[in-house]
Nanobody
Framework: QVQFVESGGGLVQAGGSLRLSCAASGIIFSINDMGWFRQAPGNERERVATISSGGRTGYADSVKGRFTISRDNRKNTVYLQMNSLKPEDTAVYYC????????????WGQGTQVTVSS
């Protein structure tokens, strides 16, 4: 059974930083691409960062230069370092895994809430 457990969210002032973690189980972590997504109230879920199984990273324009995704295959964990946070970054953040181009959208975790105050 695939599971994602996100943690590390919280309340932070604009300009601050947070580091999110996501522990994955039920998959062969090292061969999956991993991604961070977020969903703000009234908005669709959007992908903000991706890291391939080989370590190549990609970012949404809205977070480029401020967020950094990384992974630790020994711990089956993916991280999202978020710096220079803005109020518009406020959302519930989720992680997910992609294999052969397909995200495991039937297996979302509970997410972790990030709230950025102005």
């Amino acid at each position: 059974q695939v599971q994602f457990v996100e943690s590390g969210g919280g309340l932070v002032q604009a300009g601050g930083s947070l580091r999110l973690s996501c522990a994955a189980s039920g998959i062969i972590f090292s061969i999956n691409d991993m991604g961070w997504f977020r969903q703000a109230p009234g908005n669709e879920r959007e992908r903000v960062a991706t890291i391939s199984s080989g370590g190549r990273t990609g970012y949404a324009d809205s977070v480029k230069g401020r967020f950094t995704i990384s992974r630790d295959n020994r711990k089956n964990t993916v991280y999202l370092q978020m710096n220079s946070l803005k109020p518009e970054d406020t959302a519930v953040y989720y992680c997910n895994a992609r294999l052969n181009g397909v995200w495991r959208t039937g297996s979302w975790g509970q997410g972790t809430q990030v709230t950025v105050s102005s």
